[in-house]
C-alpha cells in the first residue's frame, strides 16, 4: 500500500508520517517566530499545504489543521506557557474551535468537559485545543456585553478520548474524529480567550482579520487536489487506449479540451487567491484596516478556488471514461476528497451572496466579511 492508501485504510494519517512532517517543521509555517516557529507568508504556507496535498489530500488536510491551530495557539497563548508548549519540535495539535464544551472556573483553573467533532489529525496529536462556553458551577452561562464568554483549554493526550465517528466518504485519512474530555482540570496558563483577546504575537501575519487566516490555508489542499488529478490524467492519457479506437486517449478532443479547461480554471483560481491574500497582506504591513471589498474579494477567491479546483477534478476525471470508477484509480479519490473540502464553512459557496452585496455597496450580511 502506499501512504496514502494506508491512511485511507486506517482512516487516519500514519504516526511517522505525521513526525516526518513535524520534523520538516511544516505544522510550524504560521507558528511566531518567538516561540520556535517559521511565521511564513500566507502564499507560502498555501504552497506547503498544497504541495502535500498534491500527494495525499487527506494527509494535507490534517497538516493544513494542525497549521491553522499551532499559528493561532501559539500566538494566543502567553509566552512562558507557548514556549513551553513549542518547547517540543515534533509538537502536533488538534484542536476544534467550536464551543461545544462546558468550563467551569476553579481555583486557579477551569473544569473542562465536553465533546467535539471534526478534530482532523487527532490520533497523532500530543495536545487537544478546544473551546468551550464559561458557565458557573451551577450551570449558568457566563456572560459579558457581547454575550456568552467562550474559553479555549490545551488539555493533553493522556486526558482525551478519541471516538470513531469518521466514517465518511472523502479525505477519509484525515482522522477527524471525536474527541471527548471528560471533567479535566486545565490551570489558566494553559487557556486562551482569541474572541475576547488580542493576540499576543503581533507580527503581520497575526493581524490579518481571522476569518481570512481561516479560508486561506482551505485552498491549499483543493488546489493540490486538483493539481493531482491532472498529473493523473497526463499520465493516464498517456497510457490508456480507449476501447473501441487504436489511438491513445490524449489523441481524443475531448481528453484535450478538458485538460486545457482544467489547468485554465485551476491556474486562475490560484492566480487570484494569491492577489487578493497579497493585497490585505500589504495593507496590514503598512499599518491599515483591510476594507469590505478587500475582505470581500479574498473571500471570493478563497471559496472560487475550491469551486473550480473541483470543476478541474470532475473535467479530467470526465474525460478519462469509466476506468475512474474503481477505487484503485487515483481520480476517484481525488474526486471523494476535492468534493469533501468545499464543504467546509470557511470556503463554503453560501459566501458569494454575502460577497456580492459587499461589491454592490451593501451591508454584507455575512459574518465573515
Keep these: 500500500l502506499s501512504r496514502a492508501d494506508e491512511a485511507e485504510a486506517q482512516r487516519h494519517v500514519s504516526a511517522d508520517v505525521a513526525r516526518s512532517m513535524a520534523a520538516a517543521g511544516l505544522y510550524r509555517v504560521a507558528v511566531p517566530v518567538d516561540v520556535g516557529g517559521s511565521e511564513r507568508h500566507p502564499v507560502e504556507q498555501i504552497?506547503?499545504?498544497?504541495?502535500?496535498?498534491?500527494?495525499?489530500?487527506?494527509?494535507?488536510?490534517?497538516?493544513?489543521i494542525g497549521i491553522e491551530a499551532m499559528g493561532i495557539l501559539g500566538a494566543a497563548l502567553?509566552?512562558?506557557?507557548?514556549?513551553?508548549?513549542?518547547?517540543?519540535?515534533e509538537l502536533i495539535l488538534a484542536a476544534a474551535l467550536n464551543p461545544l464544551g462546558r468550563a467551569v472556573a476553579v481555583d486557579g483553573g477551569y473544569q473542562v468537559t465536553g465533546q467535539w467533532p471534526f478534530a482532523s489529525g487527532c490520533h497523532n496529536a500530543d495536545y487537544f485545543w478546544s473551546q468551550s462556553i464559561l458557565r458557573t458551577s451551577d450551570g449558568e452561562v457566563v456572560a459579558d456585553d457581547a454575550g456568552p464568554v467562550l474559553l479555549e483549554s490545551v488539555v493533553a493526550r493522556e486526558?482525551?478520548?478519541?471516538?470513531?465517528?469518521?466514517?465518511?466518504?472523502?479525505?477519509?485519512?484525515?482522522?477527524?474524529?471525536?474527541?471527548?474530555?471528560?471533567?479535566?482540570?486545565?490551570?489558566?496558563?494553559?487557556?486562551?480567550?482569541?474572541n475576547r483577546r488580542p493576540l499576543r504575537?503581533?507580527?503581520?501575519?497575526?493581524?490579518?482579520?481571522?476569518?481570512?487566516?481561516?479560508?486561506?490555508?482551505?485552498?491549499?489542499?483543493?488546489?493540490?487536489?486538483?493539481?493531482?488529478?491532472?498529473?493523473?490524467?497526463?499520465?493516464?492519457?498517456t497510457e490508456?487506449?480507449?476501447?473501441?479506437?487504436?489511438?491513445?486517449?490524449?489523441?481524443?478532443?475531448?481528453?484535450?479540451?478538458?485538460?486545457?479547461?482544467?489547468?485554465?480554471?485551476?491556474?486562475?483560481?490560484?492566480?487570484?487567491?494569491?492577489?487578493?491574500?497579497?493585497?490585505?497582506?500589504?495593507?496590514?504591513?503598512a499599518g491599515g484596516e483591510p476594507s469590505s471589498r478587500q475582505r470581500a474579494l479574498l473571500q471570493l477567491a478563497c471559496s472560487g478556488?475550491?469551486?473550480?479546483?473541483?470543476?478541474?477534478?470532475?473535467?479530467?476525471?470526465?474525460a478519462a471514461g469509466a476506468s475512474v470508477n474503481f477505487t484503485q484509480s487515483p481520480l476517484e479519490r481525488c474526486m471523494r476528497d476535492v468534493m469533501v473540502v468545499r464543504q467546509h464553512i470557511m470556503v463554503s459557496p453560501q459566501w458569494f451572496h454575502g460577497a456580492g452585496r459587499v461589491l454592490l455597496g451593501l451591508e454584507s450580511g455575512a459574518l465573515v466579511l
Design 78 to 89: 502567553p509566552l512562558d506557557e507557548a514556549n513551553r508548549l513549542f518547547d517540543d519540535p
Design 305 to 318: 478556488a475550491c469551486n473550480a479546483s473541483i470543476d478541474a477534478v470532475l473535467k479530467v476525471a470526465a
Design 47 to 64: 504552497k506547503t499545504i498544497e504541495a502535500v496535498s498534491r500527494l495525499d489530500g487527506a494527509t494535507g488536510w490534517a497538516l493544513m
Design 201 to 237: 504575537a503581533d507580527g503581520t501575519l497575526y493581524r490579518l482579520p481571522s476569518f481570512c487566516r481561516l479560508a486561506y490555508n482551505k485552498v491549499g489542499v483543493a488546489t493540490g487536489i486538483a493539481r493531482a488529478s491532472i498529473d493523473h490524467f497526463y499520465a493516464l492519457a
Design 159 to 194: 486526558n482525551f478520548e478519541i471516538l470513531d465517528t469518521w466514517h465518511v466518504s472523502g479525505l477519509r485519512g484525515s482522522g477527524s474524529h471525536d474527541i471527548r474530555v471528560d471533567d479535566v482540570y486545565v490551570p489558566e496558563g494553559a487557556t486562551t480567550r482569541i
Design 240 to 285: 490508456k487506449t480507449p476501447r473501441g479506437t487504436r489511438n491513445k486517449l490524449r489523441e481524443r478532443e475531448d481528453a484535450q479540451l478538458a485538460v486545457a479547461e482544467a489547468e485554465l480554471a485551476l491556474g486562475s483560481a490560484r492566480a487570484y487567491v494569491f492577489e487578493t491574500v497579497n493585497d490585505v497582506w500589504d495593507t496590514v504591513e
